[in-house]
């Protein structure tokens, strides 16, 4: 793993074997960043990564200037893992110990970006429950982005608030945004 871009261009990350991950290829990464380089400014951000695992995504955030990243993952070698190279980076990421969905059950709180990439093997439903609860919850800010990384196979166009896919080898990121009002934008262009 390296970063991309950003204050840490082209810094290594080495995660130590044991961890239960699967980290999003450094191609698909390029790409997803690509991507979100023409939606956002990545100074004074606040990120959510849900099933953050070796926190590969966050210090891509961090390199480009986001200071305010929250990582989710339910292992603790993955928790102690972020701590630990955020540290050695000097990142404002913090780390936390949780089941994703109980977190997003009792979490209060908006971001700017919530990206998620749970492992690919869990039911579409679990899929689509992710995406419902950050709505329903009301966690992404208006101007916001959600981004779930899944593999081909599973579908999630059909989602409420679904806005774009990209492809990228096997793997997918599918983009969710809220609805911007048509009549809202033609009372402030007057």
Do not use: W
Request: with cysteine; charged share 30%.
């Amino acid at each position: 793993m390296r970063i991309i871009s950003g204050k840490y261009k082209g810094r290594r990350i080495t995660a130590p074997k044991n961890l239960p991950v699967r980290p999003t290829t450094d191609m698909s990464k390029e790409a997803l960043f690509n991507v979100l380089n023409n939606h956002f400014n990545f100074s004074g951000l606040k990120v959510l990564d849900l099933f953050a695992g070796t926190g590969n995504i966050s210090y891509e955030f961090g390199s480009r200037g986001c200071d305010n990243i929250t990582c989710i993952d339910g292992d603790m070698g993955c928790v102690n893992f972020i701590k630990k190279t955020a540290k050695e980076f000097d990142l404002n990421i913090t780390a936390i110990k949780s089941d994703v969905f109980k977190f997003l059950e009792k979490h209060k709180g908006s971001y700017d970006i919530i990206f998620a990439d749970p492992p690919y093997g869990i039911a579409q439903k679990e899929f689509e429950k992710l995406i419902e609860m950050v709505f329903e919850n009301e966690l992404l800010d208006e101007e916001g982005m959600m981004i779930m990384e899944h593999s081909k196979h599973t579908k999630l166009d059909h989602m409420m608030h679904f806005s774009f896919q990209k492809n990228y080898g096997g793997s997918v990121f599918s983009f969710y945004e809220f609805e911007v009002d048509d009549e809202e934008d033609e009372s402030e262009e007057e």
